[in-house]
């Protein structure tokens, strides 16, 4: 029996649309694999090659070394006139999935892109692209202290920071990189406002489920660059140390601009934990820099 061309047509689409779900199928059951093995967090170094990507990572010890608190003045900044504009590329696309849980006084979100297609971000002081691996909240036990950072001895509730680590090809010379940042971390002050932040729902309207601090919660995904700015320019960037017998460096970049947050979001989090304050350095000469 002959076969009108709408039929043939229609027979042809379905046939393609059972293609394409299988195909959806597969990847999300891959998403969801990939989502049960990510018990402890790890810091992974992606090493890009023709074949197959190695993987390295940081001790959790490494990591908590990341942390480490101090005062900008930013008078004591050196100018530096931005010769390639600060990078972001992937924030606009959304997670297929997110994790939220909490270590010590610290609260994680860990997102998941389908075939690991990481956010990056490369550019300003930059050599390499750094790929997206957590974001983390820290806060204080008043609205008056907890960030990580503070400018002008103005400390913030709270600081959110986006991890990051260096891709790096494994053709090249590492020893000839030496140099440069293994890690980058953003870093994102809030400042008290009277009323609620709305893009941060996503995360305060969760973090009521995490009920110890050991629990792990999935969240629906939200899209980051709704959340914070993707800035191209003027920012705060300095170095620091992992550990010293390691040697690894990370650089830390600071958005000047605080963001709003409520006295009441702030008490969602509080809930958790009522967080932790530590002593601020201060910079040696030169050791901080502005990028206008």
Known sequence: ??????????ICGSIFLV?????????????ISSLGSHDDLQVTV??????????????????????????????????IEVSEPFKW???????????????EDTVIIQPFWIHDIAPTISGGPLTHRHHLLYISLHWGVSDQSGSEHSIDQINYPLEMQLAHVKQVNARENIEEHSDDADATIVSYLFQIKENDN????????????????????????????????????KFYSYTDKLNPPV???????????????????????????TGSSRPKRSFGPEDLYYHE
């Open 198 to 233: 709305e893009l941060l729902n996503p995360i305060i309207m969760n973090v009521c489920r995490l009920q110890e601090s050991t629990s792990k919660v999935y969240i629906p995904p939200f899209q980051l660059d709704s959340v914070f700015p993707l800035f191209p320019r």
């Open 19 to 31: 293609g394409f779900l299988f195909l959806e199928v597969v990847n999300w059951g891959k998403v």
């Open 89 to 103: 590329n992937g924030y606009k696309i959304p997670p297929v999935a997110m994790t939220m849980f909490c270590r």
């Open 247 to 273: 040697g690894k460096i990370v650089m830390r970049l600071i958005y000047p601009e605080p963001l709003s947050v409520s006295s009441s979001q702030m008490t969602e989090l509080r809930k958790i934990s």
């Open 1 to 10: 029996m002959a076969l009108s061309l709408p039929e043939f047509l229609i």
């Open 46 to 79: 992606v090493e890009d090659t023709e074949e197959e990507d190695d993987h390295g990572s940081l001790s959790g010890k490494e990591s908590e070394s990341f942390e480490s608190p101090v005062n900008i003045v930013p008078r004591q900044a050196v100018v």
